[in-house]
C-alpha cells in the first residue's frame, strides 16, 4: 500500500505547530502500518466514494483519497490533509 | 459573525437571536416574542436547507470551496459554544423554576416553563445541526480536493521516509 501527501498536506503539517506535527506524524505511522488496524479508526466519507478520514485525535481527523491503483495494482492514498473533526457525545 | 457568504445558502449561525433570549432569558420574567419561540425549528429547516444547495452548488463547481469551509467551521465553533452557554442557560432556569414551584406562583411557573422549553428546543436543533454541518465541511474538502492538483510528491510505503519527505 502506498501513501501520497498533497501539497496541500505538507504545507500544513510544515505550518503547523511541532505538537500537532507530533500528533500527524504518530498518526501517518499507525497509517501505514495499517490503515484498517482499529485505532486509525479509518471511516468513508458518505457520498463521496474514494475517500476516507483517519483519526488523529477526538478533535482532529486526516483525510484520504484512494486512487488508481499503480502498476504493480499495489492501492494507493492520497494524503489531502487533516482539520478539526469534533467526535459527538451528547 | 462569520456568516458573510454562508448566508447566500440559509446558514447563519443564530448568535444574535440565542444573545436576545438569554439576556431576556436571565430575568426569567419577560414574555417572549412569538418569532423568538419559533426560531429555533426555523432555524434549522433553514441550515439543513442551505446545507443540502451548498454542497449541490460545490458539485456544480459554483461555490467558493475554501470560504464556505471556513466560514462553516468558525459557525460550527460558534454554535458549540452557544451549546455550551444554553445549557447554563436552562440548567438557571431550571433553579428559578424550582423556587417559583415553592412559591407557588402559578403565572411565574409557566413563564419559566416557556423559556426552559425554548432553550431545550434550541439545544435540540443545535445537536442535530452540529454535526450535519461538521459532515458538510468534510464533503466540501472533498469536492475541492477532487479538483486540485496534488503535487508531484512520491509515494511512500515506509512511514518514516514519508515522515523525512515531509519535513525536509
Known amino acids: 500500500m502506498l501513501f501520497k501527501p498533497t501539497r496541500r498536506f505538507r504545507e500544513q503539517v510544515l505550518a503547523d505547530s511541532k505538537t500537532s506535527q507530533k500528533r500527524i506524524f504518530r498518526t501517518l505511522k499507525k497509517l501505514v502500518r495499517d490503515p484498517w488496524a482499529p485505532g486509525v479508526n479509518l471511516e468513508p466519507i458518505t457520498g463521496r466514494k474514494g475517500f476516507w478520514t483517519a483519526r488523529v485525535t477526538l478533535g482532529c481527523r486526516l483525510l484520504l483519497r484512494e486512487v488508481e491503483p499503480d502498476e504493480k495494482k499495489q492501492r494507493v492514498f492520497h494524503i489531502i490533509g487533516y482539520g478539526t473533526h469534533e467526535e459527538i457525545y451528547w | ?168
Do not use: C
Not at chain 2, 444573545?19 to 429547516?45: D, T
Not at chain 2, 456544480?60 to 467551521?73: F, M, Q, R, T, V
Not at chain 2, 416557556?114 to 434550541?122: E, F, K, P, S
Not at chain 2, 468534510?138 to 515531509?166: K, T, V
Open chain 2, 1 to 168: 459573525m462569520p456568516t458573510l457568504y454562508l448566508e447566500q445558502f440559509g446558514i447563519s449561525s443564530p448568535a444574535a437571536v440565542l444573545v436576545h433570549e438569554q439576556e431576556e432569558s436571565r430575568q426569567w420574567e419577560i414574555e417572549q416574542p412569538a418569532e423568538i419561540q419559533s426560531m429555533p425549528q426555523q432555524w434549522f429547516r433553514e441550515a439543513m436547507g442551505g446545507v443540502r444547495k451548498l454542497l449541490s452548488d460545490a458539485d456544480a463547481g459554483a461555490a467558493d470551496l475554501d470560504k464556505a469551509i471556513a466560514e462553516l467551521e468558525a459557525v460550527e465553533t460558534e454554535i458549540r459554544r452557544l451549546y455550551t452557554e444554553t445549557m447554563g442557560v436552562k440548567r438557571e432556569g431550571e433553579i428559578v423554576r424550582a423556587k417559583v414551584v415553592r412559591q407557588q406562583d402559578r403565572e411565574a411557573v409557566q413563564r419559566v416553563n416557556r423559556n426552559i422549553n425554548l432553550a431545550q428546543q434550541w439545544l435540540d436543533a443545535a445537536k442535530a445541526v452540529i454535526p450535519a454541518l461538521r459532515d458538510a465541511r468534510w464533503q466540501l474538502m472533498a469536492i475541492r480536493a477532487e479538483s486540485e492538483d496534488p503535487g508531484d510528491a512520491p509515494a511512500f510505503d515506509n512511514a518514516d521516509d514519508l515522515i523525512s519527505y515531509l519535513v525536509s
